[in-house]
Each structure stands twice: as C-alpha cells, then as structure tokens.
Nanobody
C-alpha cells in the first residue's frame, strides 16, 4: 500500500519560511518523479514544483521560482519543498505526489497523492 505523508505546514508571516516534507512508503521511491501541488480555497489544484527520480532535473511554476527549492533524499524516501519569502498568495493546501517515470507538471501524470498539509501566510 503506497502512502505519501506530508508534514511541515503551518502559519507563517509574509516573508517567512517553511520546509515541507513528504515521506513515501510502499513504492520504490527512486523510480518515481515527485511533485508538489497546491490548492487554494475555490481554486483548482495547481502545479508548484517537481523533481526527477535522480534529483538532477527540477521544475517550478513561475510564481515560485527563486523562492522555493525542491529536493529529495532517496535514502530516506523523502522529498522536500523549502519555501522562502512566502507571500499571502502562497496560502493553500500543499500536496505531494508520485509519478512513475519522467518528471511532469501535469496532474494526470501522477499516480499517488498525499493527504495534504495546510500552509497559511499572513500579511
């Protein structure tokens, strides 16, 4: 049974930082690209960032480039999202997801999803 468990969300002031973690189990982690998505109230789930199985290739949505950094530790079956210079518009539930094969920014490419962690940025 595949499980993705996010942690690290919370309430932070604008300009602050948070580090999200996603621990994976039940799959061969090193064979999956990993992604982070977010969903704000009343909005569709959107792509934030992704990383290839090797960690060599990363991708970001334009709105977070230069502020967020994705990384992974295949020895710990964990993917991270370091979020700096947070803005109120970053407020959302953040989900990690696993995609067999290549890195992707398309929701439908992802096979497994976590339950999400809330990030709230106050102004």
């Amino acid at each position: 049974q595949v499980q993705l468990v996010e942690s690290g969300g919370g309430l932070v002031q604008a300009g602050g930082s948070l580090r999200l973690s996603c621990a994976a189990s039940g799959l061969t982690f090193s064979k999956y690209a990993m992604g982070w998505f977010r969903q704000a109230p009343g909005k569709e789930r959107e792509f934030v960032s992704a990383i290839s199985w090797s960690g060599v290739t990363t991708s970001y949505v334009d709105s977070v480039k230069g502020r967020f950094t994705i990384s992974r530790d295949n020895g710990k079956n964990t993917v991270y999202l370091q979020m700096n210079s947070l803005k109120p518009e970053d407020t959302a539930v953040y989900y990690c997801a696993a995609a067999r094969g290549m890195i992707s920014d398309h929701i439908r490419q992802y096979d497994y999803w976590g339950q999400g962690t809330q990030v709230t940025v106050s102004s």
